[in-house]
């Protein structure tokens, strides 16, 4: 099967980076049984930029994304452009 390429963002790397240094509590748990487990030899990225946003977790093996929610999804206005992004 051909690999599936998401195209990549250089725009979003340093952002990305940033969001690595300061991660949230669920996402720094979540890495480390991650990390530790390696859920069944999946390898996982953190902060991995796909298209126009960074996921906070993906694996490529199984076109996994996994999103922690932080604090600024208590923002109404992010609730609105969460919704564009389910849709896309």
Request: with cysteine; hydrophobic share 35%.
């Amino acid at each position: 099967m051909p690999r599936k390429i998401i195209p990549y963002n250089p725009n979003l790397k340093e952002l990305a980076r940033k969001l690595r240094n300061d991660s949230t509590l669920g996402e720094v748990l979540l890495w480390n049984e991650i990390k530790i487990k390696k859920l069944y030899g999946y390898d996982f990225q953190r902060q991995k930029p796909l298209l126009n946003y960074i996921a906070d977790f993906y694996c490529y093996e199984l076109g996994l994304v996994i999103e922690i929610d932080g604090m600024y999804h208590y923002n109404p206005e992010q609730d609105e452009l969460d919704v564009l992004r389910k849709k896309n």
